[in-house]
């Protein structure tokens, strides 16, 4: 049976600790935990580390798998969403060299999954960035391969901001782009962390891939989204997608979760399945980020167990 947890992005302000206590209080099975770097990050959601990959040892890691089972919740994977194919090559090097410590820790921890973003080039065309990927790519996920890890990609194209607009720095986002990944790099270890909303706000249908990539889905986001037809209409699919879309908690966007599950089920996904908030009206206070959870938690449990 499916069962629930949530992305840790969105409690920054807690450790690693509170950050599971809250989950055993609160009836979640599983967290998602953020492992960026220490220091600023240069967008929403993103810089939150509660777990130092790069000073993880034996000692702390069996402090971390022990509060887990003091607590009975389980890590679903370890989260880090960089851009590895980044145009500058000094970024994209310390990129990639972070994800492979988070690969390493994984490992450590005794955990077979790693979530993150294929990134993209910005200054190439789509073909052009699945040559720099078949460059990129294979390196990492025979280093995962090694140590018994999964990558799960997001697909999300990542042009919200005017930085990352109109080219985006994730290339993994559509079904015809994860054919030809999957043609590039086979392996099974190379997966879906597989996130409906992005779909639905791409005009796209967020169940049918479901279907065909029913081998790759290794990991599941549950966030929803609200697309206003009278803002698509003024300003177009191609402007920026937050003029015309919002990131929503479950059950107040435009998702149909009742087929979404259904969905999973047809294809017999038992993993976990993770909140993640990304709703501006509930981000005013820490109290109201644990509310935006608490309040998913019960619409979800129409579908998923504990």
């Not at 967008?43 to 990959?53: E, K, L, S």
């Not at 879906?192 to 967020?206: A, F, I, T, V």
């Not at 003029?243 to 009742?258: A, R, T």
Request: with cysteine; hydrophobic share 40%.
């Amino acid at each position: 049976m499916m069962k629930l947890g949530f992305v840790s992005a969105i409690l920054p302000d807690l450790s690693f600790e509170e950050v599971i206590d809250f989950a055993a209080e609160n009836g979640f099975a599983y967290v998602e935990v953020m492992c960026w770097p220490e220091g600023k990050a240069d967008r929403r959601y993103a810089g939150v580390t509660h777990i130092d990959v790069s000073s993880l040892d034996e000692a702390r890691a069996e402090e971390i798998n022990a509060y887990l089972d003091s607590k009975g919740v389980k890590i679903s994977g370890l989260g880090y969403y960089p851009n590895p194919m980044d145009r500058d090559d000094e970024k994209s090097h310390f990129f990639l060299s972070h994800l492979a410590k988070v690969i390493r820790a994984a490992n450590m921890l005794g955990l077979n999954q790693v979530n993150t973003f294929v990134g993209r080039d910005q200054e190439k065309n789509l073909e052009e960035n699945l040559e720099k990927f078949r460059q990129v790519w294979p390196p990492i996920i025979q280093y995962a391969e090694d140590n018994g890890v999964n990558i799960g990609i997001e697909n999300c194209p990542m042009y919200f901001t005017y930085n990352e607009w109109p080219a985006g720095q994730n290339i993994a986002y559509a079904p015809a782009i994860w054919r030809q990944m999957y043609e590039i790099i086979p392996s099974t270890n190379f997966g879906l962390n597989y996130d409906p909303s992005h779909l639905l706000w791409m005009q796209m249908n967020y169940l049918r891939p479901i279907y065909e990539f029913r081998e790759r889905i290794l990991h599941v986001h549950i966030k929803d989204a609200k697309v206003y037809p009278e803002k698509l209409d003024d300003v177009g699919i191609l402007a920026t997608p937050l003029s015309f879309h919002s990131p929503k908690l479950p059950g107040l966007g435009d998702i149909n979760w009742g087929a979404y599950f259904s969905a999973l089920n047809d294809i017999g996904y038992d993993g976990p399945v993770c909140i993640e908030v990304e709703d501006k009206a509930y981000e005013g206070s820490l109290e109201n980020r644990k509310l935006a959870l608490i309040q998913s938690r019960d619409y979800l449990r129409q579908w998923v167990v504990k």
